[in-house]
């Protein structure tokens, strides 16, 4: 095969969608254009806008081609995501969205086949978290959906069908809290016999496999040419972890962050070292690019980030973080309740909240998320340096108070989008990511290790 320079990624994020145009032999992202992620309402229930994702991912793909050229093309999505497809593959139903939440009894009725945590390593988690949930839910609500489906695919396989006409799941989607696979054993769970859908799953395959070629129609469309590559494609958050996968010593972790903050813990266990998590604090079990299992803690950051902020960003001065600090202004769990290491905890401030478009409460949100992402750390056992992937890597105030509550290095991602360089990875080991960016503050850590110990005994308290 050709050696390989330009691959295009194509980036589902549960905000926006897009598309990134990377520079393999460098990994650098020479361009990258987004579509925002708006849910429809139904009928006949609330859904992604596919179709306009893929009028604007050919308009990209084409523009991208005739302004670079493409060699190749990758997929990473959000996970909690899969897509029922009909025996022609077009979709059976409209793909769900993982927020929808389902009557009291679906959900009693669910909870009763619902595997363990000790095999699946997934929380009961709200909504359609759980794509077992979805699934569940969905054939319940629509007595012919279960017959209409032939193949079911995890989502970022969903747009390389739509690519190349082949139907794929990966390990790391199909591993992604859905209650479907045991990340023990590398199997299905019990779950898909249970709902009468195991011979219905497309085959589980690796993310950085050829899934295939472009079909016909898409080479026309976009002017690519016809034997363009297609790779199986992941997970988002696994595509943020995979570079550290191939390329560094453990024990070492990884906090990807977008509208989910993700925390994957990496270290040198054995069989005399099992994996030990909460469920009720939001832990889980990951499963990596090397179908690898991978202790991780999410919570919704990026959607906490807008709620408090408005949109209305203000970077915080030195002077705001020093009022901060010395008056010791906190936000407490939970902005977003159902999720997180403090589930069911209602948001509150400790003094007088600060006005919106301010630069205390800038820094105070940001002190919040750090700790926030100090504690899912902390419940992964989480060990040696940590490694800031996406937005929250290009906020100072953010990276400090993480240093200072895990009293270990911190290292920023000099990527636009972790995601997309991950998934550009897929198609060579041959060429590594710069070596993350060691953290500087200017500000005090024994300040700063205060005020976290402070927050800690607060948060933990109640």
């Known amino acids: 095969m050709t050696a390989l320079q330009h691959i295009a990624v194509i980036d589902i994020g549960k905000t926006n969608a897009k598309l990134a145009l990377v520079d393999l032999p460098s990994l650098t992202e020479m361009a990258v254009i987004t579509r925002p992620n708006m849910v429809q309402p139904g009928p006949p229930w609330p859904h992604y806008d596919v179709d306009g994702h893929w009028d604007f991912l050919l308009d990209a793909l084409a523009q991208f081609h005739r302004d670079y050229g493409i060699d190749a093309i990758s997929i990473t999505t959000h996970g909690a995501c899969v897509a029922l497809l009909d025996d022609t593959g077009a979709l059976a139903a409209p793909i769900l969205d993982y927020e929808h939440t389902y009557p009291a009894k679906i959900v009693a009725a669910y909870d009763a086949i619902k595997p363990d945590f000790t095999q699946t390593g997934s929380p009961k988690l709200p909504g359609g978290l759980n794509v077992g949930a979805q699934l569940h839910w969905q054939c319940a609500t629509d007595p012919t959906l279960k017959a209409r489906t032939a193949q079911i695919v995890t989502y970022p396989q969903y747009w390389g069908h739509r690519l190349t006409g082949v139907a794929a799941t990966d390990v790391t989607s199909i591993g992604c809290h859905t209650d479907l696979w045991n990340p023990h054993e590398g199997t299905f769970s019990d779950l898909p016999e249970k709902l009468g859908i195991r011979n219905k799953i497309a085959p589980v395959r690796q993310p950085n496999e050829i899934l295939g070629q472009i079909l016909p129609e898409i080479a026309e469309a976009t002017g690519l040419a016809p034997d363009t590559l297609v790779c199986v494609g992941i997970h988002d958050s696994n595509a943020s972890l995979y570079p550290h996968v191939i390329s560094r010593d453990r024990p070492i972790c990884v906090v990807s962050t977008g509208t989910w903050v993700i925390v994957m813990s990496m270290k040198n266990t054995d069989?005399?070292?099992?994996?030990?998590?909460?469920?009720?604090?939001?832990?889980?079990?990951?499963?990596?690019?090397?179908?690898?299992?991978?202790?991780?803690?999410?919570?919704?950051?990026?959607?906490?980030?807008?709620?408090?902020?408005?949109?209305?960003?203000?970077?915080?001065?030195?002077?705001?973080?020093?009022?901060?600090?010395?008056?010791?202004?906190?936000?407490?769990?939970?902005?977003?309740?159902?999720?997180?290491?403090?589930?069911?905890?209602?948001?509150?401030?400790?003094?007088?909240?600060?006005?919106?478009?301010?630069?205390?409460?800038?820094?105070?949100?940001?002190?919040?998320?750090?700790?926030?992402?100090?504690?899912?750390?902390?419940?992964?056992?989480?060990?040696?340096?940590?490694?800031?992937?996406?937005?929250?890597?290009?906020?100072?105030?953010?990276?400090?108070?993480?240093?200072?509550?895990?009293?270990?290095?911190?290292?920023?991602?000099?990527?636009?989008?972790?995601?997309?360089?991950?998934?550009?990875?897929?198609?060579?080991?041959?060429?590594?990511?710069?070596?993350?960016?060691?953290?500087?503050?200017?500000?005090?850590?024994?300040?700063?290790?205060?005020?976290?110990?402070?927050?800690?005994?607060?948060a933990c308290s109640v």
């Open 271 to 458: 069989a005399r070292d099992p994996i030990r998590l909460d469920p009720a604090r939001d832990t889980l079990v990951n499963v990596n690019a090397l179908a690898q299992a991978v202790p991780s803690a999410r919570f919704m950051g990026g959607r906490e980030y807008e709620v408090i902020q408005q949109d209305r960003r203000v970077d915080a001065t030195a002077q705001d973080v020093m009022a901060v600090l010395n008056t010791q202004l906190m936000l407490l769990p939970s902005v977003e309740p159902g999720s997180g290491p403090f589930q069911g905890r209602q948001m509150q401030w400790l003094g007088d909240e600060p006005a919106v478009g301010s630069g205390q409460r800038s820094a105070a949100l940001s002190f919040y998320l750090a700790l926030m992402t100090g504690t899912s750390l902390r419940l992964v056992g989480g060990a040696g340096p940590t490694i800031v992937e996406g937005p929250f890597a290009r906020n100072a105030e953010y990276i400090a108070m993480l240093k200072a509550v895990t009293t270990r290095p911190v290292y920023t991602s000099t990527a636009v989008t972790g995601t997309s360089m991950g998934a550009a990875m897929l198609f060579s080991k041959d060429h590594l990511l710069p070596k993350p960016v060691a953290s500087k503050t200017d500000y005090d850590l024994n300040s700063l290790k205060a005020y976290a110990d402070l927050w800690t005994r607060l």
